[in-house]
């Protein structure tokens, strides 16, 4: 599996581009979101990637964020939603959007990608609305993405520290939770004060479980 290309941006496309890495040229479909984030042809690139394997067919599809992969996974996994069609809704909402859709049941706004249809939309939302707060929490945690390192820099950190462990701490799980839920449009006051009663409940919560539990507080029968 090929889970992540670092090189040379060598070609742009409109909907893929071509990196090299190493002399070998991979070719990537990306969305038109990430597209549009890319640097200037012969630019250092990195993207995440995730590989389509089929009996006539591989086809390597890239994303700026682990976030944008990851809605990419859960996209493909609902029937009726290919690849096409996933980055399609990536492509017009991002990352952020698609979450914020699938939470509050906006299935109109799936729809407005190219080639998905309402009923389609409909099931996009019906079965991913619980699996998308962990993904907001993912989102949420927001890490820099590391530099790209050109190859005569490879080599040269390998005294480099080890990374901090990710800050799971209760405060840091309700500042994932908070920014999350302002992400979809909820104002900071009453995000806060829906997660201050989520966690005042059930203080064990994760990132994920406190976005939940705030959701429910904000819907309008909550």
Not at 44 to 63: K, S, Y
Not at 92 to 105: E, N, P, Q, S
Request: no cysteine; glycine share 12%.
């Amino acid at each position: 599996m090929i889970g992540r290309l670092s090189g040379q941006l060598a070609y742009r496309g409109t909907d893929h581009i071509m990196i090299d890495v190493g002399g070998v040229g991979y070719l990537v479909f990306v969305s038109e979101r990430t597209l549009a984030r890319l640097p200037a042809v012969g630019e250092p690139v990195a993207l995440h990637t995730d590989l389509l394997v089929r009996e006539d067919l591989l086809q390597l599809f890239g994303f700026s964020t682990l976030h944008e992969k990851e809605w990419y996974r859960l996209l493909i996994g609902v029937q009726g939603i290919g690849a096409k069609a996933a980055m399609a809704i990536l492509g017009v909402l991002g990352a952020d959007g698609v979450g914020r859709a699938i939470t509050l049941g906006d299935w109109s706004a799936v729809k407005a990608a190219q080639g998905v249809g309402p009923k389609i939309a409909q099931r996009v939302v019906n079965e991913l609305k619980e699996k998308a707060p962990a993904i907001m929490a993912l989102g949420a945690v927001a890490e820099a993405e590391p530099p790209v390192r050109r190859s005569e820099d490879i080599g040269r950190h390998r005294t480099d520290p080890a990374p901090a462990a990710p800050d799971i701490s209760p405060a840091s799980v309700q500042a994932d939770a908070l920014s999350a839920l302002i992400n979809l449009g909820y104002s900071h006051g009453e995000a806060a004060r829906a997660i201050a009663r989520a966690f005042g409940t059930a203080p064990e919560l994760d990132s994920a479980g406190l976005i939940r539990s705030a959701l429910k507080l904000l819907a309008p029968n909550g």
